[in-house]
C-alpha cells in the first residue's frame, strides 16, 4: 500500500447526461472518482483528467470530502477549466468542470 492507499481506477469514462441546477443539460465525457480519497489526491486526480480531457469536455469529479469540494474551483484557472456546478447528492458532491 502507497502513501495514499491502494491505486483506483482513475478518469473513467462517463457519458452520462446530466440537468444542472440551472437547467443546462451536460454530458459528462469523464469521470473522476475520490470518494473516500484526502487531501491532495482527489485535487491530483483531477489535474490529471482535466490534463487529458479535450477542448469542451466535461468532467465530473465525486468528493466526499470537503476540504477537496472547497479546494477545486479555485484551481479552475490553473487547470483551463470552468466550473459549471457542484451538486451535493447526500452521499458526495459532484463538482462538474468543463475544459476550455
Same mark, same amino acid.
Given at each position: 500500500? +502507497?502513501?495514499?492507499? %491502494?491505486?483506483?481506477? =482513475? ?5 452520462? @447526461? /446530466? ?7 451536460? !454530458?459528462? +465525457?469523464?469521470? /473522476?472518482?475520490?470518494? +473516500?480519497? %484526502?487531501?491532495?489526491? #482527489?485535487?491530483?486526480?483531477?489535474? @490529471? $483528467?482535466?490534463?487529458? $480531457? ?14 477537496? /469540494? =472547497?479546494?477545486? #474551483? #479555485? ?6 477549466? =470552468?466550473?459549471?456546478? !457542484? /451538486?451535493? !447528492? ?11
Amino acid at each position: 500500500m +502507497g502513501l495514499f492507499g %491502494s491505486k483506483k481506477t =482513475e478518469a473513467a469514462t462517463g457519458g452520462g @447526461k /446530466v440537468t444542472l441546477p440551472d437547467g443546462r443539460e451536460i !454530458t459528462v +465525457g469523464r469521470q /473522476v472518482d475520490a470518494i +473516500g480519497d %484526502s487531501c491532495p489526491r #482527489p485535487q491530483l486526480m483531477t489535474r @490529471k $483528467a482535466m490534463k487529458e $480531457a479535450g477542448a469542451g469536455e466535461v468532467v465530473e469529479v465525486l468528493v466526499d470530502n470537503p476540504t477537496s /469540494v =472547497e479546494a477545486l #474551483p #479555485p484551481m479552475c484557472a490553473e487547470l483551463d477549466c =470552468e466550473h459549471l456546478a !457542484t /451538486v451535493n !447528492t447526500g452521499r458526495a458532491w459532484h463538482v462538474y468542470l468543463r475544459k476550455r
